[in-house]
């Protein structure tokens, strides 16, 4: 396939000013690194500094800290972007409206990008970030020179979560969530699986279908549809592709080659792999060069991430916050530890995903030999319903025997007291608790020294 090298992608012959609010979000972070290689200058805000936030200061976006506020909009502003979280009231956007400054939601932003581009969305309710971050591994090391923004941070692109290409190829992960891929345009798509989530929003799985039906059938009639045949809604889809089908499960040659070329552990990791691979076949890439990139893929960041070491047990991170994430990741780590004690310290990430499939979380810690449960974690500024007292952190807690604690202070002093040299703990969740791996190994360290 030809590789043609593009033109830098440019709105205008002069600078222009863009305003991204939360831009500490993983995705408006990587649209906002977009523009500034394209010579925007670009600002934002967000409420809560974060390793993301550093990151965009350190190569020289500006970013605001704390309440927003509308004397941080530009007035010379040609584009405000938010993310989903950012409500038509929030002052920022209010003073965006006031100066008659457009605005757009990250997917619609990111879907004026995947209609400049050949671009290639990485969707599915679970393995998106990791999916997409093999797949531009493959294509660099092909030599297609892709733009990639992925909802990730990889060592790879310097602990970022975006890639400046030189090609016409742009990469994305497509998010479901709002319907925000049916915002783009793409020339090919990866399906990795169907599942119940994002209830909240879709109610039922018959309209998460209808989305994921409505995605699949945007992509170019030239392009292609890669389904994972082992997910049953996925497998479902393949009629309604317009370009070209094409299919990956587990129980192959191909599977086999694979797992004993691959880093990372889980069935899981192997299904985004054989996704990957399969797209990167029909683009005539050759079986060595796809074989060489994955087996260099070392994970991404949150994915079952090795942090370091608390009194002799080894501490992972994972931001694994659906049921079938949860037993996706603790059966990768009875994979890789067969024999060691494994530690589960999960944080439920919104009250109402966890009323919805709370049987699903009840059945999701079998292979975990130790669980502790933290109360559950409330994004700033969504609106949720109020905590379930039948559906509660607490009550899981108790349904699994698991012990609960609504501090991570609690923690610290339930390991110092149970944890043995050599035991796996897996920290886990989408919210605040990603602050816990730092404070045990400082705790461990402490305990050490005295």
């Not at 038509?88 to 956007?93: D, H, I, K, V």
């Not at 709370?358 to 559950?376: G, M, R, Y």
């Not at 390991?415 to 990603?434: H, Q």
Request: hydrophobic content about 40%.
């Amino acid at each position: 396939m030809p590789r043609r090298i593009a033109k830098k992608v440019s709105h205008v012959k002069s600078r222009k000013l863009i305003y991204c609010i939360g831009i500490g979000g993983i995705g408006v972070s990587a649209l906002a690194r977009w523009y500034k290689s394209q010579d925007w200058v670009v600002s934002g805000s967000d409420i809560k500094s974060s390793i993301v936030t550093q990151g965009l200061i350190k190569e020289g976006i500006r970013v605001f800290i704390g309440p927003h506020k509308a004397s941080y909009v530009p007035k010379q502003s040609s584009l405000v972007v938010y993310s989903a979280d950012i409500i038509a009231s929030n002052p920022e956007r209010r003073e965006a409206r006031r100066l008659g400054i457009p605005q757009n939601s990250y997917a619609e932003a990111l879907g004026v990008l995947t209609r400049q581009y050949k671009t290639i969305a990485v969707a599915g309710a679970h393995g998106k970030s990791t999916t997409t971050a093999m797949v531009a591994l493959i294509l660099i090391r092909a030599g297609f020179y892709p733009t990639v923004i992925v909802g990730t941070r990889l060592r790879e692109f310097g602990d970022t979560n975006f890639r400046a290409g030189k090609s016409e190829w742009l990469i994305i992960e497509a998010d479901e969530h709002h319907k925000s891929f049916l915002n783009y345009k793409p020339f090919a798509a990866i399906l990795t699986n169907l599942d119940r989530e994002h209830l909240d929003f879709y109610k039922s799985l018959d309209k998460i279908k209808q989305a994921f039906k409505k995605f699949i059938s945007s992509v170019h009639r030239d392009g292609y549809v890669v389904l994972n045949m082992d997910n049953t809604a996925a497998r479902a889809l393949k009629k309604h592709v317009r370009g070209q089908a094409l299919f990956y499960a587990l129980n192959n040659t191909r599977a086999k080659i694979i797992k004993k070329n691959l880093k990372v552990p889980g069935a899981h990791n192997l299904s985004n792999a054989l996704a990957a691979d399969k797209l990167a076949e029909a683009l005539g890439i050759p079986s060595v060069v796809r074989l060489s990139a994955l087996s260099k893929f070392r994970g991404t960041w949150r994915r079952f991430e090795y942090r370091g070491l608390y009194r002799g047990a080894r501490i992972y991170d994972d931001y694994a916050h659906h049921p079938t994430e949860i037993r996706a990741t603790l059966a990768g780590a009875r994979e890789v530890f067969p024999k060691r004690r494994i530690w589960c310290i999960f944080q439920p990430h919104h009250t109402e995903r966890l009323r919805l499939l709370f049987q699903e979380f009840i059945k999701a810690f079998l292979a975990a030999d130790q669980v502790v449960i933290l109360e559950t974690y409330s994004v700033t500024g969504r609106s949720r319903k109020k905590n379930d007292k039948n559906h509660n952190a607490k009550t899981l807690a108790s349904r699994i025997g698991a012990r609960y604690t609504a501090e991570q202070d609690d923690v610290l002093r339930m390991l110092e007291s149970d944890t043995r040299r050599g035991d796996i703990i897996i920290v886990m969740g989408a919210g605040d608790i990603r602050t816990l791996p730092e404070k045990l190994i400082g705790h461990g360290k402490v305990k050490n020294r005295s």
